[in-house]
């Protein structure tokens, strides 16, 4: 398996990772699956986007990109959020680890001092995924989110990349 930077070529193997559990879980909280045009939009709206390729097939997809807007508020710079898909068949296998330890390492280069995920509270297998890779709970937002006819929570974890103790 290789990770490596993902290209407008990996649009549509993107969008199925991104809509492989649309139907059936609260992971996303869309209706709408991705199209190849908006995944190149998504590829477009993130920093980094890296992908797993295992036998010339996309088997993950891991990005981040900036935690709310940087332009109107800069003292975000330093904060990026990201995502992650695995296929299922491929879960368990240390994809989605190489793929996170890869975003955290371009993150760290990149100056960034913190990394957020924003995790659906029953999707219990992605916190304690986080949990092992030290990311910590900092926010539980009750009900905030809706789907299949019922509110979803939303749970803030945070990574520290770095020691700084100011930004520079």
Known sequence: MIVRAASANDAVAIATLLNAFLATTTIEWTDTPQSTDSVLAW????????????????????????????????GYRFTVEHTIHVREDYWGLGIARELMQALIDLAQKSGRHTM?????????????????????????????????????????????????????
């Open 116 to 168: 957020i995920g924003a995790i659906d509270g029953s999707n219990e297998a992605s916190i304690r995924f986080h949990q092992r890779l030290g990311f910590v709970e900092v926010g539980r937002m009750p009900e905030i989110g809706a789907k299949f006819g019922r509110w979803c929570d939303l749970v803030l974890f945070q990574k520290r990349l770095d020691a700084r103790i100011a930004p520079e």
């Open 43 to 74: 590829l477009d709206d993130h920093e980094v986007v890296l992908v797993a390729e295992e036998a010339g097939e996309i088997v993950g997809v891991a990005a981040f990109g900036w935690f709310r807007d940087v332009v109107k508020r800069p």
